[in-house]
């Protein structure tokens, strides 16, 4: 049996992202994310260290995934949700499944001990996650506990499943780390957007909303078609600050290429509880298009 160091699962993930994306991960783990705490030590800049979502103060790289924002609580769960969706499709032990569900809902709070006290055999699974944490160097940043890998792959030969160790564990990591990037995408999108031309508070806040369900879409669906990779990158501070027609332009490209995605899953017979996601944002989009003409040559 192969026994996988912390790292491992991280490294194996990481060869197939995009530079970009990347990117972003090397500066969370790093913790040098541009967060209020990080652009408050900068004396040439007026940032107050407070999250703008929520206002509490000392907004850390780790308040990224404990925001009590009505919103970004939402989405967290929803995150957590497709983490789950792709647990249960991919034969892990459902105690595993039970014991992750309720360290998620914990946000932090919650010790893998207490959850797992009941398990046999997932004693040194649940020291290792309780002494990773959750704010720095833990589960959701890219560890993935040995003992973890362990009592899956044991799992897995149990059941003469198909999956093994090396690409589950990657596609766990990956799911993972989708929790907090999409916190971060729409922290983003609803600092930096600012009110577009024309539209009234309450349309804004559609297309707020819009923004929000876009970054829902899992990236796994975009990489169906790797000329779209690009879209989940994009500067959102840029974005914000720039033309309308930009971010017309965004929304757009977005459209096509979750529309072109989900032509894909519904040819390979294949649809996913993502689909439906992509079904729903592109419903909104086209109720956005007719508000402010993104799609039909608006100016």
Known sequence: MVVIGYLRPFQWAMKVY???????????????????????????????????????KNESTGHITRCPDDVRTAMFYE??????DFLHETQIDPRLIDCITQYLEGRGEAKMTDIARNHVNFDAFARDIDSLGWDWDCFLERHVPASLMVLQEMYLQSTNSYWKIKTWASHLVSHLLNITHRQWLYRNARIHLRKVEGLTAA???????????????????????????????????KLGEGATVDRKLWLQQMRLAISA??????ENSTRSRNSAIVGMVVAKYDSYRQLAGVAGGGN
């Open 261 to 266: 995605a989900d032509s894909v899953i519904t």
């Open 18 to 56: 995009p530079q970009m994306f990347k990117v972003y991960i090397t500066k969370h783990v790093s913790h040098f994310h541009g967060t209020n705490r990080q652009l408050s030590l900068d004396k040439s800049q007026e940032v107050d260290n407070v999250c703008p979502c929520c206002g509490c």
């Open 203 to 237: 349309e804004h806040e559609d297309v707020i909303e819009l923004i929000k369900d876009m970054v829902m879409v899992d990236p796994a669906d975009l990489l169906l078609l790797p000329r779209h990779r690009h879209l989940l990158e994009r500067d959102f501070r």
């Open 79 to 84: 995150s957590a949700d497709l983490l789950l």
